[in-house]
RNA sequence: GCGCCAAUAGCUCAGUUGGAUAGAGCAACGGCCUUCUAAGCCGUAGGUCGCGGGUUCGAAUCCCUCUUGGCGUACCA
């Protein structure tokens, strides 16, 4: 809302320079070229938008005081001037936009659009596909997933309230030589063991295969040959291999569903690679008669990128196995043929940007004109305090170990506060309290950047903290039931936006009527930490309003009426802008 | 070597796309529970925005050099 009033402004600014220019020069011309910044004051004193007019200084040849000065004069003569004040501050014209309309304005919107306040039509239609998680199906979920799931998860909800037709996408790296290492580590050392008989979770049992196959690796050299030859085997559909790798698969998949269903995260649709790299191997076979790609000798067969300053790179292995990238082209065409998108976004991690740049040019060169919608969504490493995560050392944070943890700190938290009662169902809440800090965690970082992961820190609830988040909510959902018992004596009283004169009353209406620009920003960036700010800014503002103001026992029913609907309006916020962050809503915590 | 990305308080991160005195949290120190939940609130201290140059009325933000770190440059994924 804040928005549409910002423009509004512009728009008359704007109309008044130009006015002005021809006035004073007899032409507008030069100040046509030039063009106005909106900004927003940093301190509520000096206004709520800003002009700053130092580019128009020179046309004028006045000083940028000065011309705000006039301006302000000529803007105040006029008499269709939406509400709000001029002010002159320095070599800024800033308008005070009236907090008392805007509240009202606010309220009606808030209590007809709900957990639709905010939403957007700047991607109205646009069909978007997201694809995000990705495992293997050779180990559990790691850190690093949890961090792909939250970004992905979020931006999908994003884009949603943003107007996209958003559809959520998982690949299943199932196929290729590292899912032969467990298979065959399995053969070799797992007596037909199962997670029932182990009493393991199939992701981890899985996973310890994967992992006692790099020990063999070291005693014996042959392992990695053995691994070659049980691909060749399973391309070349030996039933034995198959009916492993089926079982294996299935263990896998259902312990990662788990954790799925624990973290919050669900797909619209799933793809495996081992139902579309054949169809990469043919349109690679394709594009090698269109004289797209050359083969070498030894018949594997290439791209040169010299067209964009890269080396050459195999789409086929000489003993005509597929790749990763035979992989992803394939499965890069089904999908655009299962469901025209506008724009298909991959959520993968940093260190494939040169594997996306290759596979977006190969897809342009086989002549898909919808190459150029595809999108890297390219999120930095997660590391930890003390560096890298390395699984060769065991620093590798599982990511249900983690959980637990978090789980397990949040229920302890909730008993030494005596909360049981209140809260009802503990583990649950403990759980919800845990995905809150964790998504939190893990979005409050812009993507692109490496971020350290401070297991200590994420399980401290003090502070810029998702619990901290979740605590405003549950606070307000406290008041909103105590008022439900006083309710009788103020429905007859309607909201009075003009009663809310307390500074950090008329910065909440401000603030909630700039959410949905959070939410445009964070769409436009691919970028969830721009919600992530704008939760943390509320909340935090929040916070300060009701321990220094009495809400339910202000002095008059009217002001109880006023402040208990800002605070009806805030929690609504709140939870719109949880959803798109993964922070689970409680009534009480 | 080449390419991409990053560098802001002791630590972890914001910084409205070039504007006003660079902000939070953690850690440290000091206050505040007979009060709508103290997972909280208030205060103190902490900065050569990696270095040097350039563009501009104006730079943490844009350009260049350098330094440091990360990632990539596989017939791995």
Redesign the pocket.
């Known amino acids: 809302m804040m928005r549409q009033i910002r423009q509004q402004w512009k728009e008359l600014v704007e109309r008044e320079i130009l006015l002005y220019a021809k006035e004073l020069l007899g032409t507008d011309d030069p100040v046509r070229e030039l063009s106005i ?7 509520p004193e ?2 709520d938008i ?6 128009f ?2 046309v004028f040849r006045t000083a ?1 005081n000065a011309l705000a000065e006039v301006l302000r004069i000529r803007l105040g003569a006029r008499t269709d001037l939406p509400e709000g004040d001029l002010l002159v ?4 014209l ?1 308008v005070k936009v009236d907090v008392i309309s805007l509240a009202g304005h606010l309220q009606q919107a808030v209590q007809a659009q709900g957990s639709g306040f905010g939403r957007n039509q700047t991607m109205a239609g646009k069909r978007v596909m997201v694809e995000f998680s ?1 495992p ?1 199906t050779n180990k559990p979920l790691h850190l690093g997933h949890l961090r792909n799931d939250s970004i992905g998860e979020s931006i999908s909800a994003i884009l949603k309230a943003n107007g996209a037709i958003v559809r959520k996408v998982n690949l299943i ?1 199932n ?5 032969c290492k467990s298979m065959l580590a399995y053969q070799k050392y797992g007596n037909g063991e199962t997670p029932e008989s182990a009493g393991i979770k199939g992701d981890h049992l899985v996973g310890k295969y994967y992992v006692r196959f790099a020990q063999w690796e070291k005693e014996d050299p042959t392992a990695m040959g053995q691994a ?1 030859e049980m ?1 060749r085997k399973w391309e070349d559909g030996d039933p034995e291999v198959l009916s492993l790798w089926r079982t294996m698969n299935q263990w896998t998949l259902e312990g990662v569903s788990q954790t799925y269903a624990k973290t919050g995260i669900s797909f619209d649709q799933y793809y495996y ?1 081992s139902d579309t790299y054949m169809f990469g191997k043919d349109n690679v076979l394709k594009g090698l008669e269109q004289g797209v790609f050359y083969r ?1 000798e ?3 067969v290439w791209i040169d990128l010299a067209e964009i ?6 789409l ?4 005509g ?7 992803d082209i394939g499965t890069a065409i089904a999908r655009h043929t299962d469901w025209p998108f506008d724009s298909l976004i991959y959520v993968v ?7 996306f740049k290759v596979l977006f040019h190969v897809l342009q060169r086989l002549g898909h004109p919808w190459a150029k919608d595809l999108h890297h969504l ?1 999120y ?2 997660v ?1 930890l ?1 003390e ?2 995560m390395k699984s060769r050392e065991g620093t590798v944070v599982d990511a249900d170990d983690l959980f637990a943890q978090l789980s397990l700190l ?1 229920v302890e ?2 008993r ?2 005596d ?1 049981e009662d ?2 009802g169902d503990v583990a649950a ?2 759980e919800a ?1 845990a995905l809150g ?1 964790l998504n939190y ?1 893990l979005l ?11 297991p200590a ?1 994420s399980i ?6 998702g ?2 988040l ?3 909510g ?2 307000i ?3 909103l039931r ?1 008022y439900e018992s006083m309710r009788e004596a103020h429905d007859d009283i309607s909201f009075d936006g003009a009663l809310l004169k307390i500074e950090e009353e008329r910065e909440l209406v401000k603030l909630i009527a700039r959410y949905g ?1 959070s939410v445009e ?1 964070a769409g ?2 691919l ?1 969830p ?2 919600v992530a ?1 704008y939760l ?1 800014e509320l ?2 503002l929040f ?12 002095e008059t029913p009217q002001l109880v009426k006023a402040r208990i609907s800002l605070c009806a309006m805030v929690l609504q916020v709140l939870k719109n802008a949880y959803s798109l962050v993964g922070i689970p809503f ?4």
């Open positions: 910044a909106v900004q927003t004051p940093p301190k000096l206004g800003a002009f700053p007019l130092f580019v200084a020179k940028p501050a320095g070599p800024y800033n990705c293997n790296n196929r290729g030589v590292h899912i070659q691909l690679e070498e030894d018949g594997s300053n890269l080396d050459k790179k195999v086929l292995r000489k003993d196995t597929s790749l990763y990238l035979t992989q991690a940093s260190e494939q940007m040169y594997h390219s930095g490493m590391n305090p560096g890298k949040a938290e909730i030494s506060k909360r209140d809260v809440t403990g309290v800090a965690y409050q970082t812009n993507p692109t950047k490496d971020m350290v992961f401070n820190e401290s609830f003090s502070g810029n903290t619990p901290y979740q605590y405003m549950a606070r959902s406290s008041m105590k620009e920003e436009r960036d970028n930490s721009a700010t943390y909340s935090r916070s300060k309003y009701y321990h220094d103001h009495q809400i339910l026992k202000a409680l009534e009480s915590m």
